[in-house]
């Protein structure tokens, strides 16, 4: 099996995993031409393509109900696969973090979480079936996509060992996730958020618990009672 994004591959079992690059002015996924975002799986050796799977979902499938009801804005460009997939071959599957959704800053015409914007994605290598996710930002409206590589790791947590998946989100938290099922290993809280009307905001975030990366807010200066905080556009982890 190979595992291609752009000119990166590893090999495994006679297929070939290929994410679509994107077209587009250079700026996020603000894109000229609204493509629906890929990862495709290719025989190595023909080049045929075995199955697709869509990072935004088409009507009726798993996670159109998070984009407005009859309207295209799903399909319409967004949750780009940045950076190379990572495998686990002995579990079967193929893993991924998606970018944000098109466009960038107005979330005002898609209400809703936005599947699978700024999210990390697993699915079978084979076969290209869905496996799980788990979305850190929901309805995404400022550049906040999961634009790192995802992370395998092992571990022991409470004695007993673990599988672990982790990526360094813009936000300025890691997200640890068990990587068999993509439940939280260490604790992620859904808090209630501030919400902008106009922009169908969501009411609730991912709140990993333990300490941020990076600092997520200014010092104060002298003479000024608040400092800028996330969000902000182009976040923490701009790797």
């Not at 295209?72 to 696969?81: E, K, P, Q, S």
């Not at 930002?137 to 004695?159: C, E, K, M, Q």
Request: hydrophobic share 35%.
């Amino acid at each position: 099996m190979g595992v291609l994004v752009r000119d990166r591959s590893e090999d495994l079992d006679g297929v070939l995993w290929l994410s679509q690059p994107r077209p587009g002015n250079g700026r996020g996924n603000a894109v000229l031409r609204p493509i629906r975002r890929q990862c495709r799986g290719l025989d190595i050796k023909t080049g045929k393509i075995l199955w697709r799977w869509y990072t935004l979902p088409g009507p009726s499938e798993f996670g159109s109900d998070t984009w407005p009801a009859g309207t295209d804005h799903a399909v319409r460009g967004g949750a780009t696969i940045w950076n190379t997939p990572a495998l686990d071959p002995q579990l079967g599957l193929v893993y991924f973090a998606t970018g944000n959704c098109g466009p960038n800053y107005d979330g005002s015409m898609r209400e809703g979480d936005n599947l699978f914007c700024a999210s990390i994605v697993a699915v079978k290598a084979k076969t290209g079936e869905y496996a799980w996710h788990f979305q850190q930002v929901h309805h995404d409206i400022w550049d906040y996509d999961a634009a790192s590589p995802v992370v395998l790791f092992d571990t022991v947590i409470n004695g007993q060992p673990r599988q672990g998946i982790a990526e360094a989100g813009r936000a300025g938290w890691v997200y640890i996730l068990d990587r068999t099922n993509g439940k939280p290993l260490i604790g992620i809280q859904e808090r209630p958020v501030p919400q902008e009307p106009r922009q169908k905001t969501s009411k609730t975030q991912p709140y990993p618990i333990g300490d941020a990366t990076v600092p997520q807010s200014a010092e104060p200066l002298e003479g000024y009672e608040k400092a800028g905080c996330i969000p902000r556009c182009f976040g923490k982890s701009r790797w």
